[in-house]
């Protein structure tokens, strides 16, 4: 089987280097994806932040809950006492606290705005984005209309479109091709890091046939990729796909959608309690996927349930 390993009993875990894992309990089947948990990306913002509040005798703020998962803003508040703001005039950003942009970055005025009331700004936007960012701002400055492709309200996309000034158009789908405006001859394309390359194609080829020249940065992450390719090897090899990670979290739903495009039963779960045994009573095969905002110790738990529930039933049967 492509990219699967057979190693009982293996948990080590090491984020993006972790191995693919396959575990029996009873008569089922669970197999781990390859690429599940913490990118590179998120792991490096979790970091930063663990550290930044470890040294710095203020307080220390996220702009924004840090990552899409619930259980992990916990615990940065529980042990490391790291609280979220929401708004930029927020009073606690002040003198002596320290503000954590997350990785999917902000407008360069927001950074300016904390700075100006005193607040010391500690940037993590992932570099990618930053990439991404900085292709907006060069399209822009070489007069290109700015497309970016994603979703308008997601913070990434309303921080790269801030590199372009503000001056370009968000599509979200199809639906919105309209929105470029009929005079612009040269347009310059951008993608949200967690977009599925099939329909940003789509979106470039209805472009084609709007401007004279279009140029195009294809933005969307590795990350994004190699676990849209174990979705689809997942769903595959398996009857039922768990996919865990947070509700609001971008490229955690964009898995189930794939695993579901490929014919397996999704399950979206943000904790290990909210699997829905009932679904799998005829499962022979469970594929366990994970959005790269999912820490690790929350799929450990996910799998030591599934394992703990099929081994009863078999001792029971
Ligand atoms: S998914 Fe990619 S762009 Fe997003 S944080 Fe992770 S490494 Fe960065």
């Excluded at 005079?183 to 470039?204: A, H, M, Y």
Aim: glycine share 6%.
């Amino acid at each position: 089987m492509t990219g699967i390993r057979t190693e009982m009993g293996h948990n080590k875990y090491t984020g993006d280097l972790r191995d693919v894992t396959r575990y029996t309990a009873g008569n089922v089947q669970i197999n781990i994806a390859k690429h599940s948990g913490y990118c590179w990306g998120v792991d490096r913002a979790y970091e930063q932040t663990v550290a930044t509040a470890n040294t710095k005798d203020g307080p220390v703020y996220t702009f924004g809950p840090l990552i899409h998962n619930p259980q992990t803003i916990d615990l940065l508040n529980s042990k490391y006492g790291v609280d979220y703001i929401e708004e930029v005039d927020d009073e606690r950003a002040q003198e002596g606290s320290t503000v954590i942009i997350r990785t999917h970055g902000v407008p360069p005025e927001v950074q300016d705005q904390f700075r100006d009331k005193g607040a010391e700004v500690i940037d993590a936007t992932c570099p990618y984005v930053r990439v991404t960012q900085n292709y907006a701002q060069l399209l822009h400055k070489q007069k290109y209309h700015v497309v970016i492709i994603g979703d308008p309200k997601h913070p990434e996309v309303i921080s790269i479109l801030a590199y372009a000034k503000g001056e370009g158009t968000v599509i979200k789908g199809m639906q919105d091709i309209d929105k470029i405006p009929k005079n612009k001859r040269r347009l310059g394309v951008v993608v949200q890091s967690t977009l599925i390359l099939k329909k940003v194609n789509e979106i470039v080829n209805a472009l084609l046939a709007r401007a004279q020249e279009v140029r195009v940065f294809n933005t969307i992450c590795y990350v994004t990729t190699e676990r849209q390719e174990d979705a689809e090897t997942i769903a595959k090899q398996n009857d039922h796909v768990i996919v865990i990670g947070g509700k609001a979290s971008s490229n955690t739903k964009k898995l189930a959608i794939v695993a579901e495009s490929f014919g397996a039963k999704a399950q979206l779960i943000e904790k290990p309690q909210e699997i829905d045994f009932a679904e799998l009573k005829e499962a022979k095969r469970i594929g366990i996927l994970a959005g790269a905002s999912t820490p690790n110790w929350l799929i450990d738990r996910a799998r030591d349930m599934l394992i703990e529930h099929f081994t009863k039933v078999a001792v029971a049967s």
